[in-house]
């Protein structure tokens, strides 16, 4: 593989998999919180929160971390601006404490914080402004969920870049090098010294919070349903470690999980399935890292074009992507791999995304399953044809496919959703 190539393969990895605590739009908000009274000097008097529609969305029905079992706009804003540590952006609520927790329901009875949905066409998009007497502060996140944009002290701008997502540079990582042959070819040469940190973490972050999933009541508990109904064969635990995940996160769970394309339940379905299928064939590390080269490069490739936030359920593009790494351990060719890619996206590609809640662990496990039969069809050599709805003659155009639809389709749809969430 081309140097340049390579060296922006392992990149996208190492800026991908970040952990995070908590689901990340909320911890987006908290960030920006933090940041915002770090630059206030002072705790605020008033407080405005000002997001997008999605933020709203994503925010409404989750479980704030660190909160003790509170939800909303406002417990997120409030916790970051009384106990978080913008210094450790994705992991700001980790040093929240008992008090902090008190002081936060006492201020939500005080309404210091107001909320206010956002006219703007991104759909990540977080202002938080701060007052305390005299003295102001602005921060400003948009497009992913650590990207600040803007920071403000009494009406002097200190800090300002580019409104483009990620605020490309020279230095990143071009994400348009990314097709299923460049992944294949990239997780078969890969020095693994070169990704084993970031997997390593990957794997033991997201083990332990799946495990606490299992055994804890959290939500559905649809991973523990899963296996406490089937058993504990690798079908099972392919779905149900991601779900109890998932289960774990969304109900408030104070464990870090390991992210992908900014999300945790994308993150743990993109790794979990992989990582029991590797158990269950009994291959070595080396291939298990390789493996999980080609899922979370996949899943990124699949939201590439989508963006961090839409109507489309991330659970997909992430389930399909362990699918096509399950396909590798198993042997299979990039036709193969190509194959289960087509048959899930064929199958689930559908799948709505109404905010982060608990039920995301059960189109977590839909999502896998899809990708089990893809698997289980290719191995038959059946499939899906060029044609048949979205599919087209290459696996390349059938992504950019269903991203069009995600992207552009599904648009009105997210507008919809929202108002069934917020105003019905």
Known sequence: MEQTMYDGFVRILKKELVPALGCTEPIALAYAAAKARQVLGAFPERVVTTCSGNIIKNVKGVVVPATGGLRGIEAATLIGAVGGDPERKLE????????????????????????KLSDSSAKLHIIVEMAAGDDTALVEILH????IVRIEKNGQILFRQSGEEEAPSEADPDYA??????IL?????????DVREVLDRQIQYNLKIAEAGLTGTYGGNVGKTLREAYGDSFDVMARALPAAGSDARMSGCELPVVINCGSGNQGMTASLPVIACAK??????????RALCVSNLTAVYQKRDIGRLSAYCGAVSAAAGAGVAMMYLRGGSLEDMANVLTC????????LCDGAKSSCAAKIASS??????????????????SGEGFIKDTIGETVAAISAIAREGMQVTDEVILDVMVNR
């Not at 992913?144 to 990207?147: L, R």
């Not at 070819?185 to 010294?193: G, K, L, M, P, S």
């Not at 269950?280 to 890292?289: A, H």
């Open 92 to 115: 700001v609520l980790t040093g929240v404490t008992d008090e902090d927790r008190a002081r936060v329901r006492k201020l939500l009875e005080e309404n210091l914080c107001t909320v």
């Open 177 to 182: 090098l990314l097709n299923l042959e460049h």
């Open 185 to 193: 070819e990239f997780a078969e040469t890969v020095q693994i010294d």
């Open 368 to 385: 896998v399953e899809a990708a089990l039969l893809a698997i289980r069809m290719t191995e038959k050599r059946r499939g899906f044809g």
């Open 280 to 289: 269950e064939l009994g291959v070595n590390d080396e291939k298990r890292y």
């Open 144 to 147: 992913s969920h650590t990207n």
């Open 344 to 351: 899930t996206l064929a199958d689930v590609g559908g799948i």
